[in-house]
């Protein structure tokens, strides 16, 4: 009996204690491809319309990870029971413990590293015939039906919310299951709609709002960064005042600014890595203040120069030979390495 497909472990390997995995999809039976020594234990389910995967493990190793695998768009629920996980969109996401956090996307593989620590995480993932039925009966889940598309986003964020007792009950109904061929595939299903109409139907809380606009931001960014962007701007564009944006992103682990600048950075590195367009003409299309402030901005990110980066991956010698000196008078002269 082979295994689901739909995941695979990547990484550092990990030494599973010797002792039986004790999750809550304990009951299903695993196939023998599944039972390795040196992953994370775990369990995994697959039915028509959904995709199960549970990892209950005390990760002693930095840098393990799971990688959910797909050909089509999919919306996974992450339920992260114990310790924190980073999922990548393709930016890190940190996911606390005592979070449920939704998200859809078109992409054919999500890595999502596990901290070192006890990690107890459920995904819950929804097949692509499911999403547009999710976006007309859940409010929060509308975006669904666009990811669908093909010139839809690639990632849909939904804002993360806590696991309350009432949702902490609501695994109990795990205890009472048993294996069943027909059953089991039916029981799951209903397990999650009631978990979607406790989620997305009940009335939003202040900090819900909050959440939700702190990743409707990050969204924005993400397509305008490019843009002379501001945080004046960026509340205008989203309609809120400059206040509540703020408030949005207080204890948040990405920070407006840093955020609007580490994607310029990334997107000078592709510049420099796919063209032989001038280290200036870059700086000045991803509007920094002038080519030397670019030029530090990139050599305290990525620990080298731009001219430095594309000496090392052979870029064409005319430009890669080629800095912009700036002199302490403020005026730039090119000069050959």
């Not at 999809?25 to 995994?44: G, M, N, S």
């Not at 029971?81 to 940190?94: E, K, N, S």
């Not at 795990?174 to 709609?193: D, G, I, Q, R």
């Not at 900090?207 to 960014?221: F, G, P, T, V, W």
Request: glycine share 4%.
């Amino acid at each position: 009996m082979k295994g689901p497909d739909f995941f695979r472990f990547a990484g550092n390997r990990h030494a599973t204690q010797d002792r039986p995995f004790n999750g809550l999809l304990q009951f299903i039976p695993q196939p023998e491809d599944r039972l390795q020594a040196d992953v994370p234990r775990h369990a995994a389910f697959e039915s028509t319309d959904l995709q199960w995967v549970e990892i209950k493990e005390n990760i002693s190793t930095e840098g393990v990870r799971v990688e959910l695998l797909a050909d089509s768009p999919r919306y996974w629920l992450q339920f992260q029971l114990a310790g924190t996980a980073d999922v990548y969109l393709p930016h890190a996401i940190r996911v606390a413990e005592g979070v449920c956090f939704g998200f859809g996307s078109r992409r054919e593989k999500i890595p999502i590293t596990l901290a070192k620590s006890s990690v107890w995480m459920l995904l819950v993932g929804c097949k692509q015939e499911m999403l547009p039925l999710l976006a007309a009966e859940f409010e929060p889940l509308a975006g669904l039906q666009a990811l669908c598309g093909d010139d839809g986003p690639l990632d849909l964020i939904v804002p993360e919310q806590p696991i309350d007792y009432i949702q902490r009950r609501k695994f109990q109904a795990f205890e009472k299951m048993e294996y069943k061929p027909y059953s089991t595939p039916v029981l799951l299903s209903e397990w999650l709609l009631r978990n979607l109409q406790y989620l997305y139907k009940s009335k939003p809380t202040q900090a819900y709002k909050q959440i939700s606009l702190y990743h409707e931001a990050l969204q924005y960014i993400r397509k305008h960064y490019m843009d002379d962007l501001s945080k004046q701007s960026l509340a205008e564009a989203l309609n809120v005042s400059v206040r509540t944006l703020t408030r949005a992103f207080e204890d948040r682990p990405i920070k407006i600014g840093d955020f609007i600048h580490k994607l310029k950075l990334d997107k000078a590195r592709e510049l420099l890595y796919t063209t032989d367009r001038p280290i200036e003409d870059i700086s000045r299309e991803l509007n920094f203040s002038c080519p030397k402030y670019f030029s530090n901005s990139y050599r305290q990110h990525f620990f080298e120069s731009p001219t430095e980066f594309r000496l090392r991956h052979g870029a064409d010698e005319e430009w890669a030979r080629v800095d912009v000196h700036v002199n302490r008078k403020g005026k730039h002269e090119k000069r050959a390495q």
